[in-house]
């Protein structure tokens, strides 16, 4: 089985690492797999995972539009905006 | 009361950053209810400080055993100051510098207007001298808010009534049981949440973008290279690692069982005795390994409270409804 790296994950975090934090990243999986086969030797069949803490339902609310910041507002933050709209750098040819 | 807040909760029209460059000059639209609550009580904000990057800790540099958050309270600049603490930095920090860290069971207090961390278990917690003023904050702040859909229904709580007999257990006393296991769960399931809370900074929206950007792909990378630092990077990529489908089986649904038998254990453990008293300290050398004196609680939504007793550093942790027994801990007369 291939071993985990930093690497292998930056593109998926969108992240390029500098040398030091990766080998400090690469340290964290090493012990973590490690930790993961302490783990493995504990049984945990038809165990129900605990996503959250409380015991909740979803909680639903009328269907009705509303507008907790406006449009405005929120460009305000915005690093570059055109028209209304967020801008990016171009992406289709 | 005068009080400040870490920067990673929100106050409208105000730059809160939340100890990060990727929020630099952000100006938040909204005020967190933990803030809108105290100023209603007539209590005055004076200001926000820096946290660590969104509240959590380094494993990896050498940290101090206090930070500006902690000088606010021992220089007197004002009564509290309120946080949200990750991985216990605040907690340690509080109980070594002879200060108080409340932090009320999760789903007491509204995590609206905080930035989302490690949504399961960011809580709002409040620093300051005396347990008295911290009760005090926490009943203010505590109740339901309907702008969190992650809370019990209880409107209003009374932490003040005191207790004579505590049932308290320290750690040599009882079997605590997973608790090795407890770093590597809580990292893995507090990684994969923090990498989707974090995903949101993208230097699309708000925040900081990196110049001369040639593309899409090369303004995400770079922005979040160079505006997210290094602890943050390292949780979101572990994050990614842990929930990507050759892993997920393995790694976070694991550690999401194990989080519920560690929560039933504890549960139990803390339904016969009323308190459970572990160490607090700032340097156990092994960082990794420290997170398992704060893990509990959060893992477990438990309340907590960092304070010193009997002249020891500690960290008290109870379950949800006997928080007024724990506080009778440290608080006088």
């Known amino acids: 089985m291939a071993k985990n790296t930093a690497e292998m994950y930056e593109p998926m975090a969108k992240l390029s690492l500098d040398s030091e934090t990766r080998a400090w990243a690469d340290d964290i999986i090493a012990r973590l797999e490690g930790e993961f086969e302490k783990m493995e030797k504990v049984d945990t069949d038809g165990v129900e995972p605990l996503v959250t803490v409380l015991d909740l339902k979803n909680v639903l609310r009328e269907d009705v539009s509303s507008q907790l910041v406006s449009r405005d507002t929120l460009l305000e933050n915005a690093p570059e905006e055109y028209d209304g709209y967020f801008q990016v750098p171009k992406t289709i040819d | ?333």
């Open chain 2, 1 to 333: 009361m005068k009080f400040m807040m870490q920067s990673c909760l929100m106050v409208k029209d105000t730059v809160c950053d939340g100890g990060s460059k990727i929020l630099e000059g952000f100006k938040s639209p909204l005020s967190a209810t933990a803030y809108e609550k105290c100023v209603a009580a007539g209590m005055e904000f004076l200001g926000l400080v820096t946290p660590f990057e969104f509240g959590i800790d380094s494993l990896f540099c050498d940290c101090p055993d206090k930070d500006g958050t902690i000088d606010a309270i021992l220089e007197g600049k004002c009564d509290f100051v309120l946080c949200n603490d990750v991985y216990g930095k605040m907690s340690r920090m509080a109980a070594v510098n002879g200060l108080v860290y409340l932090a009320g069971a999760y789903g007491t207090v509204s995590r609206f207007g905080i930035m989302q961390t490690v949504s399961s278990m960011d809580r709002v917690g409040v620093l300051c001298k005396k347990a008295e003023d911290g009760i005090k904050v926490l009943e203010t702040i505590s109740g339901k808010d309907e702008k969190d859909g992650s809370m019990l229904d209880t409107e209003k709580y009374d932490y003040s009534a005191k207790c004579d007999k505590v049932k308290a257990v320290k750690a040599d006393e009882v079997e605590m049981k997973y608790f090795d296991l407890l770093p590597a769960v809580f990292y893995t399931l507090a990684s994969a949440e923090l990498c989707n809370n974090t995903n949101r900074y993208d230097g699309v929206k708000f925040g900081y973008r990196a110049p001369d950007v040639t593309d899409l792909n090369d303004l995400y990378l770079r922005s979040r290279t160079e505006g997210l630092g290094k602890d943050v990077q390292i949780a979101s990529m572990v994050g990614c690692m842990v929930l990507a489908k050759e892993n997920y089986e393995k790694w976070y649904f694991k550690a999401m069982q194990l989080r519920r038998m560690i929560r039933d254990y504890y549960w139990a453990l803390l339904t016969d005795a009323d308190v459970l008293v572990l160490d607090a300290k700032c340097d156990c050398g092994d960082k990794f390994r420290q997170l398992a004196l704060y893990a509990l609680a959060p893992l477990c939504g438990f309340a907590s409270a960092a304070a010193t007793l009997d002249g020891k550093p500690v960290e008290l942790v109870c379950k949800p409804g006997k928080e007024n027994i724990m506080f009778s801990m440290i608080t006088e007369g």
